[in-house]
C-alpha cells in the first residue's frame, strides 16, 4: 500500500528569535503595536451554558491516550472546541496528535507539540467539498465521511492544534490578532492546550461552546492519567450524558499506513531486525534485551555527556566535556555561555562516545536525551542532536526526566551491587533539585517534599564561595574543608525548626535553605570582622582557616541534620500509607557527600531499609544515567517513533520545568515569583 497523502500542515506563527527564550515571542502586531483585545470583523457569540455534567475516565497506557484523541475524532465537527489542561507531561499533545493522526486517516503524520510556534494548523490537500457546505450541513453529518486514507474524515475541515504555553502577561492578549478566532471557532475544528493563557477575550467562561478536558497525573510517562471531562453548550453535554449513563466507547483503528501498518503505538518485535523506511515506523528492537545498544545524551546543564550503554548494563563508550572552568568567574552556571559550550562540544563528545563503543550511530537500537528539568538554553542543544539521530536512522526516541535518570542509574546491574526495587523512597540531592519521592516504578512517583526556596547544592556552592571556594561546583570542596573542621563549633538553627515556624510546615516533609544560607552568610561577615583585628598576618591566616573549616562542617552538619529530620518523617509517611518500602535511594549530585551518605544509611538501618547509593563518579550529570534510564523506559515501550529528517526543527521540546510526578497534598510546592 502507497503511503497516505499527508495533510497540509502551516504554522500560524513562528517565533524568530531563540526558541528556548522565555521573552514574549514575536508577532505581528497591529500598527499602533497594540493588540485589539477583539478583532473588529468578530462580533461576540452567543454565550453558552456549563452543564454541571462531568465524567472520569482512566487512561492506562500511553497507547490509550492517542487511541483517546482517536474517539474524538470520530465524533468532530466544523465548530467544534476541545481544550486540554494538564501539567507539563501529562499528556495533552498525546491526545491532540491522536486526534490529528485519525481525522486525516495518516498515522504517520508528524505532529510535534506547538508550544514554541503557538498554533499549527491541518489541512486535507485531497478535499472535494466547499468549507461552507460542511457547515451547513453539520448537524446531519454522520461521525465519519467516507474517504480514502489520507484524507479528512470531514472534507474540507481545518484543525488547529493550539498550545499558548510560552506566552505570559500582556502577550497573551496578542493571540487575538493572529486568527480570526471566531471564525475558526464557528467553522473549524480547534484543539487547544493550556486553555488558561488563551485570553479571557478568547476563550471566556461560556463561549466558544466547548469540550473541556482536564488531565490528572505529571511526570516523565504518557500512562495512568486520568481525565475530568466537563462540556459547555448544548453540543458536547449530550455526549457526556451518554458516556455517563453506558460509558466511554473505545473505537479500533480502520486506518492502515505504510505497508498496512496500523496506527498506534509501537511494540517490541520478537523477529529479525528490519531495516526501517524512511517515514515509516522506526528501526525494530531485538527480541533479546541484552542486546540493546542505546546512546545516551545529557545536555540539561553544564556538562556535555554521551554514553553507549547496552541492554544488559554494561557501559560500552562514555564521554563527558566539563565546562567548570568557564563558569567560576561569574559564580555559577551562565546560562548562554553553557549553551555555547554545548553547541561546540556536542558532536565530538557523541562521537566520542560511539568510538569508545566500536560502533557508529546505524547500529544503535535507541537514542534516550534528557528534555527536562534543566536549564531550556542548554536543554535545547541535546534535544536537537538526539532527534538528528534518530530521524537519520529511524531509532525509537526516549525523551527522560533528568532527576528520574539520576535515580536510576541506581539499578544499573554493571554499577550497583544491590539495585533499587519498588517501591523505594528517594532522596533526590543536587545543585537544583531538593526532592522527597515516593516511588512505585518508572515514572510512577509521588513528591512529599521539595525546597521551598534553595535546593541543598545551591546552598552548599554559595556557602562554598562565602568561604572563599571559586571553583564550579564548590559543594565537593566544601566537603573536603568541613573534614577538617568541628561540626559544633558554630550554632547554626536547624532550617524549619523554631516554633514560630507554621506548624504544617514544621510538621512536614519540606525543606527550606535560604535561611541557612543567610546565617552563614552573616556568621562569616562577623568573623571576617573579628579576623581584621588580628595584626599578626600568619596567625591571622592560621586562625581563618580554622574558623572557615568549622564553618563548612557546622553548616554541612546542619543541613544534613535538616534532610534527615524530613526524611525520617517521609518514612514514617510511608509506614503510616501502608507503602512497603523495599529501600531508600539517594541521587542527584550532592549524594556523591559521604556524610550524607552516613548519616542516610544509619537513619535508613533503623527502619530495617537498606540504603542504595549510586557510584560517586555517576553522581554528577553523564550520559551514562541517561542512557539506562532509556534502557528502562524502552522495556516498557514508552518511546516514541522519530519525526522525519525534514521535520525535527518542529519537534524539539524541552521541558525545563518538568515536575517528575504529582504532588502529595501534604506538600507545598515552591512559592511562585521572583527570589529576593
Known amino acids: 500500500m502507497s503511503e497516505p497523502p499527508p495533510a497540509k500542515k502551516t504554522k500560524t506563527t513562528e517565533t524568530k528569535d531563540d526558541p528556548m527564550d522565555q521573552s514574549e515571542p514575536q508577532t505581528n502586531p497591529s500598527p499602533t503595536n497594540q493588540a485589539p483585545t477583539q478583532p473588529a470583523n468578530q462580533s461576540q457569540p452567543q454565550p453558552a451554558v456549563n452543564s454541571g455534567i462531568t465524567v472520569t475516565h482512566t487512561l492506562e497506557s500511553a497507547e490509550d491516550t492517542e487511541r483517546f484523541g482517536w474517539l474524538l475524532s470520530r465524533l468532530a465537527r466544523p465548530g467544534d472546541v476541545v481544550t486540554l489542561s494538564g501539567e507539563l507531561g501529562a499528556g495533552k499533545t498525546c491526545i491532540a496528535r491522536g486526534f490529528i493522526r485519525d481525522f486525516f486517516r495518516n498515522p504517520l503524520l508528524d505532529v510535534p507539540s506547538p508550544s514554541y510556534l503557538l498554533s499549527l494548523s491541518y489541512a486535507d490537500d485531497k478535499a472535494y467539498i466547499a468549507q461552507e457546505d460542511v457547515i451547513k450541513n453539520s448537524r446531519n453529518m454522520p461521525s465519519t465521511v467516507d474517504a480514502r486514507a489520507g484524507e479528512a474524515r470531514i472534507p474540507g475541515a481545518t484543525v488547529y492544534h493550539v498550545d499558548p504555553f510560552r506566552l505570559t502577561g500582556k502577550s497573551q492578549g496578542k493571540l487575538a490578532a493572529l486568527v480570526n478566532w471566531q471564525e475558526v471557532f464557528e467553522k473549524e475544528i480547534a484543539l487547544i492546550e493550556w486553555p488558561s493563557k488563551m485570553g479571557a477575550n478568547i476563550l471566556a467562561p461560556t463561549t466558544p461552546p466547548r469540550l473541556q478536558i482536564a488531565i490528572e497525573g505529571i511526570g516523565p510517562q504518557a500512562q495512568g492519567r486520568i481525565v475530568t471531562l466537563s462540556a459547555i453548550g448544548d453540543r458536547w453535554e449530550t455526549v457526556l450524558q451518554e458516556w455517563k449513563a453506558n460509558g466511554i466507547p473505545t473505537v479500533e483503528c480502520d486506518v492502515a499506513g505504510v505497508d498496512g501498518v496500523s496506527m498506534g503505538v509501537p511494540t517490541l518485535s520478537t523477529t529479525e531486525p528490519q531495516k526501517p523506511k524512511p517515514g515509516n515506523t522506526c528501526k525494530t528492537l531485538p527480541e533479546n534485551k541484552d542486546e540493546w545498544l542505546v546512546l545516551g545524551i545529557e545536555t540539561s546543564c553544564d556538562d556535555t555527556g554521551a554514553a553507549v550503554v547496552r541492554g544488559d548494563g554494561k557501559i560500552l563508550g562514555e564521554a563527558l566535556a566539563s565546562q567548570a572552568h568557564l563558569h567560576c568567574e561569574w559564580g555559577g552556571v551562565k546560562p548562554d555561555v553553557a549553551q555555547g559550550a554545548h553547541r561546540e562540544a556536542i558532536n565530538s563528545t557523541v562521537e566520542t562516545a560511539l568510538q569508545k563503543a566500536g560502533i557508529a550511530a546505524s547500529d544503535l537500537h535507541g537514542v534516550a536525551v534528557t528534555v527536562g528539568p534543566g536549564l531550556s538554553l542548554c536543554l535545547d542543544i541535546g534535544v536537537r542532536k538526539a532527534l538528528q539521530i534518530a530521524a537519520e536512522h529511524r531509532l525509537p526516541l526516549v525523551r527522560v526526566h533528568h532527576m528520574e535518570a539520576h535515580a536510576m542509574i541506581t539499578r544499573l546491574p554493571t554499577e550497583a551491587k544491590c539495585g533499587m526495587q519498588f517501591p523505594a523512597l528517594l532522596m533526590l540531592v543536587s545543585g537544583g533539585h531538593n526532592m522527597l519521592v515516593l516511588t512505585e516504578g518508572i515514572g510512577k512517583h509521588r513528591i512529599i517534599g521539595s525546597t521551598l526556596d534553595d535546593s541543598i547544592g545551591e546552598a552548599f556552592d554559595k556557602t562554598a564561595r562565602l568561604l572563599g571556594i571559586e571553583a564550579i561546583p564548590g559543594g565537593p570542596h566544601l566537603e573536603k574543608l568541613a573534614m577538617e573542621g568541628d561540626k559544633n563549633g558554630f550554632s547554626l538553627p536547624v532550617p524549619l525548626s523554631k516554633s514560630t515556624t507554621e506548624k504544617a510546615l514544621r510538621e512536614s516533609c519540606d525543606f527550606s535553605f535560604a535561611g541557612l544560607k543567610t546565617n552563614v552568610r552573616t556568621l562569616v561577615a562577623t568573623e571576617k570582622d573579628k579576623l581584621t583585628k588580628i595584626v599578626d598576618e600568619t596567625e591571622r591566616e592560621t586562625r581563618q582557616k580554622k574558623v572557615f573549616a568549622d564553618i563548612a562542617a557546622s553548616f554541612q552538619s546542619t543541613a544534613i541534620t535538616h534532610l534527615m529530620q524530613r526524611t525520617q518523617r517521609a518514612l514514617t509517611w510511608a509506614k503510616e500509607d501502608n507503602i512497603g518500602l523495599k529501600c531508600v535511594v539517594v541521587a542527584g549530585g550532592v549524594a556523591a557527600n559521604k556524610t550524607l551518605r552516613a548519616e542516610l544509611d544509619t ?38 517513533v522519530p519525526p522525519t529528517p525534514e521535520m525535527v526543527e518542529m519537534h524539539v521540546e524541552v521541558r525545563p520545568r518538568w515536575p517528575i510526578g504529582p504532588r502529595d497534598p501534604r506538600s507545598r510546592p515552591k512559592p511562585t515569583g521572583k527570589k529576593k
Open 603 to 640: 537513619l535508613a538501618s533503623k527502619h530495617d531499609l537498606p540504603l542504595i547509593c549510586p557510584p560517586i563518579r555517576l553522581c554528577m550529570d553523564n550520559g551514562i544515567m541517561v542512557a539506562w534510564a532509556g534502557v528502562e523506559r524502552l522495556g516498557l515501550g514508552l518511546y516514541e
